[in-house]
């Protein structure tokens, strides 16, 4: 999976009033043969059209994480339309890349978890020694200490968000 967003060459990015078809993207590639298989236009859980810089991007059991700013998004492939058309490896013609919308199952404000990390720029899931499913997230670029928080996941792919130690880990590297 590769995410995309989109911006002018003088650096705005699309908005409901600007470019309002410039939606941010992710598209998923065939591991097999490396070919593009569909690609997804983002909305928010309310239906709204995601716009902007997409921060952290993984994959898990059948889950999209993403990140604007520091709210992750979960986004299920399971509710993910099959692409209507044929992809032209030739020409990267997508004509028909408005009819495969994926709404966001969740969105999660992790800003008073990640201890002064003023945005999620990485995240990857891993498990732990106890078998839980830990969502990893960082932020790398806007200070000296930088946080590497991990969230619980829950059975159903939602993130646990953090209450107590149990829940959540955090490792903090000096640079």
């Known amino acids: 999976y590769v995410s995309s967003y989109w911006r002018d060459v ?3 990015i699309a908005s409901s009033t600007y470019q309002p078809t410039r ?3 992710v598209a998923e590639i065939n591991k097999s043969t490396n070919a593009l298989r569909r690609v997804f236009r983002l909305y928010k ?3 709204t059209p995601n716009y902007g810089h997409l921060g952290a991007l993984a994959h898990h059991n059948g889950n999209l994480y993403i990140s604007y700013g ?3 998004h979960r986004y299920s492939l399971a509710t993910a339309p099959n692409p209507g058309y044929i992809f032209n490896p030739q020409t990267f ?3 028909k890349g408005d009819q495969n919308p994926l709404t966001a199952v969740s969105g999660i404000s992790l800003a008073s978890y990640i201890e002064g990390n003023t945005s999620i720029d990485s995240a990857h899931v891993s498990v732990d020694s106890t078998g839980d499913t830990i969502l990893w997230t960082s932020d790398w670029d806007t200070a000296d200490i930088r946080k590497l928080h991990g969230f619980k996941l829950n059975t159903d792919g939602s ?3 953090a209450i107590n130690a ?3 880990a955090r490792i903090q590297f000096i640079l």
Do not use: E, H, L
Request: hydrophobic share 35%; net charge negative.
């Open 45 to 47: 859980p309310d239906g």
């Open 23 to 25: 939606i941010s993207i």
């Open 93 to 95: 013609a997508n004509p």
């Open 166 to 168: 149990s829940t959540s």
């Open 10 to 12: 003088d650096g705005t």
């Open 70 to 72: 520091t709210t992750m």
């Open 159 to 161: 993130i646990a968000v």
